[in-house]
């Protein structure tokens, strides 16, 4: 993955609608489309208008996984595109102008819910663990930081900030360097990433997993190190931690702790080293 020059992000106006609806409320001809509405975006849109926008999706996605024994992916309406993905009895709906391609539109809903699911877990347990109104909280942040960084640029390339090499002393990079190797060798770490300013400075995370740290430095402290750890026996008291020092607990997929295992070393050259999907 390429390196970016940081710009002022500009105002997305390609997501019109998203949305996560849960059929198993929704089995009965005389049950209510609003109960399986687990979120909706825009929140303020009407009601009866979310009803009608979920009802038919489910429909349709229903219809035609009867018809060829597999959910849609893409629906295709006159003024707009949903990106659909289906789970169990979950489905989640991105809508996006028709401009989009059809690839970003598929890219930007699996985006949503990797940063849902990395920070909360599979929707599923997240959802019988936590009020629906809080989750809805974590999902209006994930809406707007998916819009707030994502320009036409991104819609091509999918890029990670990363500080500018040319206007830092070298000696610092190398320390950043040498840090996270020090910490690697602590026992359950595998890998970190330190941050500046929103920037990477330096990272031992394979691109996916830093994307999603990027995410937690942009809702906190903008000048912070994150590294990612292993699962440990023992939780850490906060009250022993250092100021300004949390722990976060996240959830990897299989996929991704295979590579945090397997590969540690292969991230560990900083952050220019180009990465193509």
């Not at 909280?137 to 890029?159: A, C, G, K, P």
């Not at 560990?268 to 999907?277: L, N």
């Amino acid at each position: 993955m390429a390196s970016a020059t940081k710009s002022e992000p500009k105002p997305a106006s390609w997501c019109s609608y998203f949305f996560l609806y849960d059929t198993s409320k929704v089995r009965e001809e005389g049950d209510l489309t609003r109960e399986g509405i687990c979120y909706f975006y825009p929140p303020q849109t009407a009601l009866d208008q979310q009803e009608l926008l979920c009802g038919q999706i489910a429909g349709v996605a229903r219809c035609v996984t009867e018809i060829s024994a597999s959910p849609p992916t893409l629906i295709r309406m006159r003024k707009l595109k949903f990106a659909i993905k289906a789970e169990n009895h979950y489905i989640w709906a991105l809508g996006c102008i028709i401009e989009v391609p059809d690839r970003s539109c598929l890219h930007f809903l699996d985006q949503l819910i990797g940063l849902f699911e990395f920070y909360n877990g599979q929707v599923r347990h997240a959802y019988q663990a936590c009020s629906q109104d809080s989750l809805g909280s974590e999902w209006d942040l994930y809406v707007e930081h998916i819009q707030r960084n994502t320009n036409e640029l991104h819609m091509i390339f999918n890029s990670l900030w990363a500080v500018d090499r040319t206007k830092v002393e070298p000696l610092l990079l190398l320390k950043a360097a040498l840090i996270l190797q020090t910490c690697q060798r602590c026992p359950y770490v595998l890998g970190g990433c330190i941050l500046y300013g929103g920037q990477i400075v330096s990272t031992q995370l394979p691109p996916q997993l830093t994307a999603k740290v990027l995410f937690q430095n942009s809702r906190s402290n903008p000048e912070s190190a994150s590294e990612g750890e292993d699962e440990t026996p023992d939780q850490a008291d906060p009250s022993n931690l250092p100021q300004n020092v949390s722990i976060i607990s996240v959830f990897l997929t299989e996929e991704e702790a295979t590579l945090l295992r397997c590969y540690p070393v292969e991230w560990m050259s900083g952050t220019t080293a180009a990465w193509h999907p």
